[in-house]
Nanobody, 115 residues
Framework: QVHLVESGGGLVQPGGSLRLSCAVS????????MSWYRQGRGNKRELVAL???????NYGDSVKGRFTISRDNAKNTVYLQMNNLKPEDTAVYYC?????????WGQGTQVTVSS
């Protein structure tokens, strides 16, 4: 079994910062891409950021310049540093990893940006 556990969400004021973490455990032989998605209230799930096994990154247009994705392969963990948060960033954030040819999802962590 493979398990993904996100953490780091919470309530933050506009302009503030949060760092999300996603730890992968279980039967891990190799992890390819790791990514973050988010889903607002009643909205579709959208890609926030992705990092490949080689370290290349890709970001959604709405978060470019504000969010940074990184990974620690030794810890099987992916991070999302979120700076200059806006109310529009409010959503449930989900971690996704490509492992052994299959995509795995975390349970999600709530991020609320409000004054």
């Amino acid at each position: 079994q493979v398990h993904l556990v996100e953490s780091g969400g919470g309530l933050v004021q506009p302009g503030g910062s949060l760092r999300l973490s996603c730890a992968v455990s279980g039967s891990i032989f190799s992890i390819n891409a790791m990514s973050w998605y988010r889903q607002g209230r009643g909205n579709k799930r959208e890609l926030v950021a992705l990092i490949t096994s080689g370290g290349s990154t890709n970001y959604g247009d709405s978060v470019k310049g504000r969010f940074t994705i990184s990974r620690d392969n030794a810890k099987n963990t992916v991070y999302l540093q979120m700076n200059n948060l806006k109310p529009e960033d409010t959503a449930v954030y989900y971690c996704n990893v490509e492992l052994s040819g299959y995509g795995y999802w975390g349970q999600g962590t709530q991020v609320t940006v409000s004054s």
